[in-house]
């Protein structure tokens, strides 16, 4: 029996070259990302060895881009997207104008026609959805206002990119080398009008038809029961919603897949779907790196070295200098310029489309072809190291321009003596913004420390001390005053990057009580080893209060001893609590009416 299996042998051996040279990246302190674009090189046909299958990893890549698009959609909503369209729509407009024109100087200097600069600028201009949301996600900057206009932005040049996609067929015989007739005007006003009618009927659709479609859907599955029916629906909402937005109106699968995922957000179930697609969004995401490796040749850095600088420029420099100088002149801030600048010092997916479409219609020369290529390859490689340098100047920045009120802003709460047996609070997002509501309806002093600075000027408006930083960083936590905490709850979603604030905790204040939150038994172990004295998941939770009303309901319980608040107050430090050696015991919680609960270990 014969075994062709093109795909199933691009998917392996690009996932395992994947991993094997992202640990490598991650081991010597660089972005994985670098590791799986050097796995494409190695399985692309420009060096020797094992050639993947392009044209399948090309559409594995692109199912990556759709729940990626999807995913972000879920964190969105009309509102966020309409909040940031003064900047988004005229900011990217004028971007891709400039970078546009610097890629046609470009192709005058190398010899090419107007037309083929055109398109060679147009691949310039826009920025890869993957690599920019990826940077964002890294951060936690999606849901700020810098992650919420940088998304903006990335949509108007998709929307763009869409357009320039249509025309260009239409206006091949006047961009062509060849010298073809030019179309009418009438020719390229009704294909412009076309497609912005497409535009429109999509966005039409998914407002009255797929607001009420898709949430019901996905609530008639949900109540099926069946969790592998709910993980189904979410990717035919996905994949078909995509699909059908190219299919039906030409538009990106990109787009049709973020408009889904908007439309979703508006669903409570939202959340449960995009932890569903999460596994699936991130193993195709990485194929979309393995596949842009693919196309690179590394030859031509010896063949054309000054042509392939100039245009790594243009992305990296030119891009750059212009989203910035835009970002500025509308007013914002220092730090959402640069942010933005950085997001966008890369091009991608949407470049390989225009090269190939300039190709096929002869009107790019197979030179800006290699370019694009190479420009995107690199400036995908370096924007990674870019965001690190930004990370590192924003910090330099921030404690030598804000000097004595940086000083303060960290260094506030120890003086505060105030703060005497108070509750500590890592992390301020879902559940840590759940927590501080219900600790500011009683009467314990809090704190919480939180590494957004809007998050954190927020709280302080409302009245609630909080202190900006990373909870892990010494300076931060030491700035915490644990030495006289009452306890210290972190809320953070990563009980590894948890385990980091446990461990300086306990060094700082043994006695201190810590709470700490867990998805999977692997962090409640290892949060567990590092002296949390409770760690607390999901499932468990879900548990004690089902166990609570069945007590209360069934009398068996004696709701005097029940009082509302009694949960939420610290337990004391000794006596009560137990504090047993094994992991699992670790976890133990007292029920609300005050007894030692059974392990969640010897699961009942």
């Known amino acids: 029996m014969p075994h062709a299996t093109p795909l199933i042998s691009t998917i392996t051996l690009g996932l395992l070259l994947a991993f094997v040279f992202g640990v490598i990246a991650q081991r010597i302190k660089l972005p994985p990302l670098i590791g799986y ?5 190695l399985v692309g046909p420009f060096t020797p060895g094992y050639v993947a299958d392009q044209d399948l990893a090309a559409e594995l890549a692109e199912m990556g881009v759709i729940l990626l698009m999807f995913g972000v959609g879920m964190h969105f909503s009309l509102k966020d997207l309409l909040s940031v369209r003064n900047i988004a729509i005229p900011g990217a407009v004028v971007q891709i104008a400039f970078a546009t024109l610097l890629g046609m100087g470009l192709g005058h200097w190398l010899g090419w026609t107007p037309g083929a600069g ?8 826009v920025a890869s959805t993957v690599v920019l949301l990826r940077a964002l996600q890294e951060r936690r900057l999606v849901e700020t206002e810098r992650g919420r206009i940088a998304v903006g932005w990335l949509i108007v040049e998709d929307l763009a990119m869409v ?83 190219a299919e039906l109106f030409d538009v990106s699968f990109a787009l049709g897949a973020f408009f889904a995922g908007v439309i979703l957000s508006e669903s409570a179930l939202s959340q449960h779907a995009a932890e569903e697609t999460l596994p699936l969004r991130d193993a195709f995401a990485v194929l979309f790196f393995v596949a842009a490796g693919m196309l690179f040749d590394p030859a031509i850095l010896l063949r054309e070295p000054l042509p392939v600088l100039a245009t790594v420029g243009i992305i990296v420099v030119g891009k750059s200098l212009a989203a910035y100088a835009i970002v500025r002149a509308f007013g914002y801030s220092n730090t959402i310029g640069l942010t933005i600048a950085a997001s966008l010092a890369q091009i991608g997916e949407f470049s390989f489309i225009l090269a190939t479409l300039g190709l096929t219609l002869e009107i790019l020369p197979r030179q800006g072809s290699d370019l694009i290529v190479a420009g995107a390859i690199i400036s995908i490689l370096l924007n990674p190291l870019i965001f690190a340098g930004l990370d590192r100047l924003l910090a330099r920045r921030e404690q030598a321009a804000s000097g ?20 500590v609070l890592i992390g301020h997002g879902e559940v840590g913004g759940v927590i501080g509501d219900l600790l500011r309806e009683t ?120 009082p509302a608040k009694t949960s939420r107050k610290t337990q004391p430090k000794s006596g009560t609590r137990s504090r047993p050696a094994g992991p699992a015991k670790r976890r133990s919680a007292k029920t609300p009416s005050g007894r030692e609960k059974t392990p969640p270990g010897s699961k009942a």
């Not at 320039?164 to 062509?176: E, K, T, Y």
């Not at 009467?443 to 202190?467: M, N, Y």
């Open 37 to 41: 674009l050097v796995a494409g090189i």
């Open 404 to 423: 004595e009120e940086a000083a303060t802003a960290v260094r506030e709460p120890v003086p505060h003596t105030t703060l005497k047996d108070h509750v």
């Open 163 to 245: 357009l320039a996609l249509v025309l260009l067929p239409a206006m091949a015989g006047a961009l062509a080398d060849s010298g073809g007739a030019a179309p009418s005007a009438v020719a390229v006003v009704r294909d412009l009008a076309i497609a912005l009618a497409k535009i429109a009927a999509f966005i039409a659709t998914m407002l009255l038809v797929g607001k009420q479609v898709i949430p019901w859907l996905l609530h008639y599955i949900a109540h099926t029961g069946s969790r592998e029916l709910f993980r189904l629906s979410v990717l035919v909402i996905a994949l078909g919603t995509a699909f059908g937005a």
């Open 118 to 125: 055109l398109v060679f600028g147009l691949a310039l201009s």
């Open 443 to 562: 009467d314990s002093p809090v704190l919480v420390i939180e590494d957004d600075p809007e998050d954190v000027a927020a709280l302080k408006e409302r009245g609630t001390e909080a202190i900006q930083g990373n909870a892990a960083d010494p300076e931060v936590i030491a700035a915490a005053n644990l030495n006289k905490a009452r306890s210290l709850l972190i809320a953070i979603p990563d009980g590894f990057e948890g385990g980091q604030v446990v461990e300086q905790a306990k060094a700082i204040n043994p006695k201190l009580v810590v709470v700490a939150r867990a998805h999977s038994e692997d962090e409640v172990e290892h949060l567990a080893k590092l002296g949390a004295d409770v760690v607390v998941t999901d499932k468990d939770e879900v548990a004690k209060a089902m166990l609570h009303e069945a007590m209360i309901r069934s009398a068996v319980a004696r709701p005097k001893k029940l």
